[in-house]
DNA sequence: CTGAAAGCGCTTACAG
DNA sequence: CTGAAAGCGCTTACAG
């Protein structure tokens, strides 16, 4: 590999000048500058990130975990970390926890080892408030991705209460009473936050507790297990509000297999549905997430505390936009 | 930041048995590492990995860069890669062309800079030969990944002439003759594949010139206006066959704005279809790729050659698996 | 069994 | 306007 050693032998200068003229550090003079390029040109050198990083102590780096790349919502902010990213000049650190705190434990590590100037993280669902601590001891920044806490810590995610709140008013107002929400883990901070603003806008709603059907369980196997029992009885619910893609396609499966039609025997919404919502039959009810977004707003504070680690750590909530259509009774195309 | 000269002061030992302690390259002392392993606990220390990569030359990274995060194969392939790469201790340094030439170009100077062990690339569709000429004369090693080409490189992808070979013999049995290909932009490779192994399949069956339709364009509004196109004329085909999850989305709207029925007024397959095609009504025949998969043998096919750089690349093709479902006509239930 | 020292490829005061 | 030299935090022959 060419060093600046090689370059500057051949521009006849010293590495210092070479140095100044790829980072613009200090004046040099034209003939020199043109010589020095001339070198870099020739010899197709490239800079090595890694000594540099060490010099100066800063990787121009950050990393990204994320609990589940799979899922859509994810794979979203993943690109908007990244593309932010990569537009001032930063490089990403990808790793998923696949909802595993050990893994997510052993990604910060590795992280960390590497140097990266910050971390954003969507923390697995298991993940104790230990995996935290370390982040206040120490000066590398920490932002919070989706799963908020009340940690002081840079936080961006989505709005949870308001759209359950308004999907609730929306199917009462139809005159659903009897409504099933699907939260499955409630351990998942938005999932927790789904649950909370559903039971709260029952109550104001006026429905009675009977009515009020819930799944709630941090295994997969269980949710389905729950889901099957709720929708089999003899008193179904009239309508089922799923909150997450996830819990959406379980639920949807078991609707489907017991025959039930949407929105005439049971009425359906999804908070962040499936990637072409529009093309489902009938159309589904979706509380669509700005996750570009929660992607971008996340680095951008996150290189913003990196700049200046001394102002207050904020909590950016981003607005989902609820898509009404026909399958909690809506025509499709009236979206809100 | 704590170092090693920290610890070995405080155990009372040189730097060299500290790295000896922590790396196991050579035999210590039962106490003497107890000694270093006490003072690395009450020192919290964390080894440094950018030092420890550049005296070593070997950074145990590796860059992955995609054409488009978005696309839920690539997100898939994205989980295969980091999966395989964290469990053999790799950190993945992710970046997204977004089909654009220049920020893949951008993406993989970046990368080098960085000095990753090697290098995964799912090429932006215009990407031209130059982009991979540069990795002739250089000893970082490259695999190609999804999108494949005829250098000699390691690669990974999907058999894309074989599935859709089956869908033409599988339409043609049923009757259908004039049949459309969406295929959008052929310059991406498997694009092409797939509109090439249409053409042969089309001659095979012994389906007239005039029947066999195609869609063809770089850009999404040219896809989109000659789908319109296609499916509004007085011949309309009878099947069509969508080779990418976007351009099957695109059609599917087509669809349902001329109110055609699936499979009575026109059949529909897609390559790569939806994340929840099962959920689809009519359930959607799709041609599935192992995308985790491609990952996975990616990141593998990489470290092999990071440990052995003489070893002639291979390609490797994984094969889909086409599920049968209703739109075609086959039953639900029926998959392959 | 362990230590002293060179060196990985840079940046950046310090000096002229 | 430019150069000589220290030092970032490690690994690894070399020596004993």
Redesign the pocket.
Known sequence: ?????KVAKLA?????????V??G?????D???QRVLKAIEETS????A???A????RTDSIGLIVSDGGEPAFAEMIRGVEQTAASQGITLLLANSAEDPQREARAVQALLERRVDGLILARAAGSGPNALAEFANQDTPLVLMDRLSEDPFDQVGVENRGPIMELVEHLVAQGHQRILLIAGDTRVATLRERHEAFQEAMTTAGVPEADRLTVLAAEPEETDAGIAAALSGTKLPTAVIACSTVLAAAALRHIQKRGLRMPEDIAFAAFDGFAYADLFEPQLTTVRQPAFQVGATAAELLTKRIADKSVEPSVVRLAPTIEYRASTGAGPGSGS
């Open positions: 590999m060419t060093t600046m050693v006849g200068v010293s590495i210092s000048t070479v140095s100044h790829l980072n550090t200090r004046h040099v003079n003939d020199t500058r050198y490239r800079q090595d890694l000594a540099r060490m010099r100066r102590s």
